[in-house]
Every structure is written in structure tokens, then in C-alpha cells.
T-cell receptor, first 116, second 116 residues
């Protein structure tokens, strides 16, 4: 079955440590996205990529980094510069073409990151 | 630019009674509109979408939504609530344009509680 796989489901980070969240999709989607979700604040966009080897900052990119070396993969690194990283992180993808109506995102099941 | 407002942060209904979750949008173009559902510690699942076809859209699990351009609304309804409907619901907007690659804009969410 096609879908998006996020791993790990739970992740614990020590102060000053970088951690990487994995996101893999087998939907052949061009675009991929990372969102952060905090209680009562909805979803906030961290980074997105519309094509391999290209990505753009979202609304809250500071303290995060990404790469898009393969169409299927869009890992997110939470660096030590992110002062409040405890949150639920969601990866999404979509198939987008010029002139096409937007058909929405497919989401992964999320990674809960906790600073210990 | 587009925006979306979910008018209620929390809605409680009794099991077997109707559900109404309200959403208003603002968009520079004719929009695509979506409702997503999120159960605790899970990713978001697409309930239904409007993409300029029929204004009354039927989705999964008995939900439906009506696009009303004159009122700039896209309210989500269900005739009879079930305990399994308890979740967070997000209204989402994206413009229809010649590019088809715009990011989705999420509402802040409505938490639906079902009273036994």
C-alpha cells in the first residue's frame, strides 16, 4: 500500500543534541512538507520541498534543517538552536502539477519529540 | 492570500445528535477546501474535499460539507454523532490557480467531544 512512513514514533532528545526525524513516501508525490503541532496552536509549517534538491523555509524554520536528495525522502533535523523542540511533528506529501487543482495532502502518523 | 477561520475551538454534542463544525474562509482565488480529522497522537486523515465541482460534498464516515460562496463558508455536518467521531477537526484552504503548487492553509482546529 502507498503511504507516508514517519520514524520513530517517539523520540527523546537531550539538551544541546541534534536529532533527525525520518519521512519516507512511496506515493510518487513531488512535494513534501514538515509541520509542527503544539496544543491549541494548530499546524505550523517548518519547511517544504516541491522538487528534489530544492526546499523552502516555512513560517517557523529557525532551529531546523532539511534535505531532499531523493524524491521519496525528506528528513528533518532538529538542531540545538531550536530552543523549544518538544512537539508533535507531522510530515505530509502532495502531488502537484502546473494547472492542476490541489488535491490535498497525505499525512504520516507523526513523531512525538520530547526534550529530557 | 488565503486564510481560514474555525469559529469554535471546542464543540460538545450528545451521541446520536447532529454535528456542526463551522469554517469560514478567505481566498483571492476560487479555493479548494478540505476537512481533515485527527485522532489523538495520529496523523491527519482527509475527510472530504471541495474542488469546484458539486457544492455539497460527501466524505467518509457520514460527514458532509457545503460550499457557500456567498457566505464564504464550508461547514462540516453529520446527522448523527458516534462516539468514534471524537477527535480534532481541521478546515483547510488552498487556492485554485494556474500553478497548483500553493501550500495549504490550516485552521486552528475544532475539538469535537461526544457525550454518551
Amino acid at each position: 500500500d502507498g503511504g507516508i512512513t514517519q520514524s520513530p514514533k517517539y523520540l527523546f532528545r537531550k539538551e544541546g543534541q541534534n536529532v533527525t526525524l525520518s519521512c519516507e513516501q512511496n506515493l510518487n508525490h513531488d512535494a513534501m512538507y514538515w509541520y509542527r503541532q503544539d496544543p491549541g496552536q494548530g499546524l505550523r509549517l517548518i519547511y517544504y520541498s516541491q522538487i528534489v534538491n530544492d526546499f523552502q523555509k516555512g513560517d517557523i524554520a529557525e532551529g531546523y534543517s532539511v534535505s531532499r536528495e531523493k524524491k521519496e525522502s525528506f528528513p528533518l533535523t532538529v538542531t540545538s538552536a531550536q530552543k523549544n523542540p518538544t512537539a508533535f511533528y507531522l510530515c505530509a506529501s502532495s502531488s502537484q502539477r502546473t494547472g492542476a487543482i490541489h488535491y490535498g495532502y497525505t499525512f504520516g502518523s507523526g513523531t512525538r519529540l520530547t526534550v529530557v | 492570500a488565503q486564510s481560514v477561520t474555525q469559529l469554535d475551538s471546542h464543540v460538545s454534542v450528545s451521541e446520536g445528535t447532529p454535528v456542526l463544525l463551522r469554517c469560514n474562509y478567505s481566498s483571492s482565488y476560487s479555493p479548494s477546501l478540505f476537512w481533515y480529522v485527527q485522532h489523538p497522537n495520529k496523523g491527519l486523515q482527509l475527510l472530504l474535499k471541495y474542488t469546484s465541482a458539486a457544492t455539497l460534498v460527501k466524505g467518509i464516515n457520514g460527514f458532509e460539507a457545503e460550499f457557500k460562496k456567498s457566505e464564504t463558508s464550508f461547514h462540516l455536518t453529520k446527522p448523527s454523532a458516534h462516539m468514534s467521531d471524537a477527535a480534532e477537526y481541521f478546515c483547510v484552504v488552498s487556492p485554485i490557480s494556474n500553478f497548483g503548487n500553493e501550500k495549504l492553509t490550516f485552521g486552528t482546529g475544532t475539538r469535537l467531544t461526544i457525550i454518551p
